[in-house]
């Protein structure tokens, strides 16, 4: 009997991940059956659990396997030898790029679905936590820990603090294109990184 290769068990499981992908932001997570899955894949139950005994394990596993290129992304903008602020603007930059972009709403739809399912199961909200906002979140607060040293930002806030707010802001914004395409991204955009730059206020003349 041939050996499968790694590459062919990757493949394969990056195939069933994707049809769960599909089938989840058509129908929903709790709508969507391990046939259905199946049937999407155009493979049998056997094997499919031969990978994920669950759909959890595939969300959890399609979390994970996001994570290699948020880490390249923070990896580039960091070595652009740009400011803290000026690396943040580029992550945020390609973060609302990807909400403009082609295919954003069935992303979006699955990524909520992911957040709700998150709060129920403890290992998709693990996978989350670490391939998501820990990954993101850490990046951030560090971002603003160097800030911090260089002057720019006020020392008495928690860098950890800045960085949870930022990313919260960020998946509103995911969250609420998701429920309106209408919304004007880069005017949103603007918005945010004023109130993080601190430039959203003008002086009153109070005399």
């Known amino acids: 009997m041939p050996k499968v290769t790694e590459a062919h068990m990757e493949a394969r499981k990056q195939q069933i991940m994707a049809a769960a992908m599909a089938c989840f932001s058509r129908q929903g997570f709790h709508q969507t059956s391990i046939h259905d899955i199946c049937k999407e894949a155009e493979l049998s139950p056997g094997a499919v659990y031969r990978y994920f005994p669950s759909k959890e394990h595939i969300i959890a596993a399609s979390c994970l396997d996001c994570q290699q290129g948020i880490i390249e ?54 996978a989350l936590f670490s391939s998501t906002f820990n990954t993101i979140g850490q990046t951030f607060a560090d ?64 005399g």
């Open 73 to 126: 992304l923070i990896e580039y903008a960091k070595s652009q030898g740009n400011s803290p602020f000026q690396a943040l603007d580029f992550i945020i930059e390609h973060g609302l790029s990807m909400l403009n972009g082609e295919g954003f709403r069935e992303h979006s739809m699955m990524n909520v679905q992911v957040w709700s399912e998150a709060v129920r199961s403890e290992e998709i909200r693990d």
């Open 143 to 206: 971002l603003f820990a160097e800030a911090q040293k260089r002057g720019e930002v006020n020392p008495k806030l928690d860098p950890q603090a800045l960085g949870i707010t930022v990313m919260g802001m960020f998946h509103g914004l995911v969250l609420h294109k998701t429920l309106d395409s209408k919304i004007d991204v880069a005017a949103c955009g603007d918005a945010m990184r004023a109130l993080y730059h601190g430039t959203f206020r003008t002086t009153v003349d109070q």
